[in-house]
C-alpha cells in the first residue's frame, strides 16, 4: 500500500509502555530498520506477519498499530515557530505579549527543565520544572528529542508532544537554545520557521540580566555563551530586533500570519 495511505503509531505506542526501538527488537525479533522506519512513516510495504509480531510484542490490535488515509484525504500539517537567541533578547516576554494581544490560535509547548523557579513562573509556565534525577530518568527512557546543559541546568525538548501537536495541524510557538532550535529543524524540516531574536546594541543584554534579579555567576556564563549564539544567527529563517516589546511583537506576529497563508 502507498505510504501516503496507511500512518504508523509507533511512536506513540512506545512512548506509552516507556519502550525504544531496541526494546522493540527484543521482544518482537524484527529488524531495526524496519522498526524506524515505521516510526518514521516512511516505509511503503510491511508483511501482515512482520505486523503481528509487532502487535503481540506490544500487546496492541493492529487498528492502534496503524490507521488508513482514504485516498484524496489530506493530513492537515503543523507549524512549530522557535524563537531562540541570546538570554535577556526577551523570547519569553515577547511570546507572552503575542499570546495577549494577538487572538492567532498558537500552542504553546513547555520544555522540562532544572533549573530553578524564577518569581511570577509556575509550574509549565515557561518550563515544567523537574529534579535532576526525574530529568535522568526521562532522558534514559528517550523521552526527548533533545537535551542538554546550559548555564549549569539541563534543558529537555519532548519529542512526543510536539509530534502530535504538529501532526494535528496545530500552530506553536517554542522557545527554545540556539543549539535545540537547529535540532528541530533537522527532524520536522519546513515545518519549522526560526527566529532569532535579539536588541540592537548587544551591550544591552547584561542590564537586562541584572534588571531581572539573575546571579553574577550566572551572568558571567551567559554572556561567555553570546558569541557562539551569535556565530549561529545566519542559520535562521528571521531576525527580531527587540528593543520595544510592542514593535517586535507586531514584527513577530506578522512573520507567523505570513507563514501560516503560505502553508495553508
Known amino acids: 500500500m502507498p505510504v501516503s495511505h496507511i500512518r504508523f503509531h509507533l511512536d ?15 521482544r518482537s525479533g ?18 501482515l506477519r512482520v505486523l503481528e509480531r509487532i502487535c503481540d510484542a506490544l500487546s496492541c490490535k493492529l487498528s492502534d498499530l496503524m490507521s488508513y488515509e482514504p485516498e484524496g484525504e489530506t493530513h492537515t500539517k503543523g507549524l512549530l515557530f522557535i524563537l531562540s537567541g541570546p ?8 511570546i507572552n505579549a503575542l499570546r495577549d494581544r494577538y487572538d492567532l490560535g498558537l500552542t504553546f509547548i ?7 523557579m524564577r518569581p511570577g513562573e509556575s509550574n509549565g509556565n515557561p518550563y515544567y520544572f523537574v529534579s535532576r534525577e526525574e530529568f535522568m530518568r526521562m532522558a534514559e527512557r528517550g523521552e526527548f528529542l533533545e537535551y542538554e546543559t546550559i548555564h549549569g541546568n539541563l534543558y529537555g525538548t519532548h519529542l512526543l508532544s510536539y509530534e502530535r501537536a504538529l501532526n494535528e495541524g496545530r500552530i506553536i510557538i517554542k522557545d527554545i537554545d540556539v543549539n535545540g532550535a537547529l535540532n528541530m529543524k533537522r527532524v520536522f ?6 527566529i532569532y531574536v535579539r536588541p540592537t ?4 543584554l547584561e542590564g537586562r540580566l541584572h534588571h531581572r534579579g539573575d546571579k553574577e555567576e550566572d551572568i558571567r556564563i551567559r554572556m561567555q555563551r553570546l558569541k557562539y549564539e551569535e556565530s549561529l544567527s545566519d542559520q535562521f529563517d528571521f531576525l527580531i530586533f527587540n528593543d520595544d516589546v510592542a514593535t517586535a511583537t507586531a514584527e513577530l506576529a506578522h512573520i507567523i500570519r505570513t507563514c501560516t497563508r503560505k502553508h495553508a
Open 30 to 47: 524484527v529488524n531495526k530498520n524496519t522498526l524506524y522506519a515505521m516510526k518514521k512513516n516512511a516505509i511503503t510495504r510491511v508483511d
Open 12 to 26: 506513540r505506542l512506545l512512548a506509552e509502555r516507556s519502550w525504544r526501538i531496541p526494546d522493540l527488537v527484543k
Open 189 to 194: 524540516g519546513d515545518r519549522v520557521i526560526l
Open 201 to 204: 546594541c548587544l551591550d544591552d
Open 87 to 94: 538570554s535577556g533578547a526577551g523570547k519569553n516576554t515577547l
Open 110 to 116: 513547555p520544555s522540562f527543565s532544572t533549573r530553578p
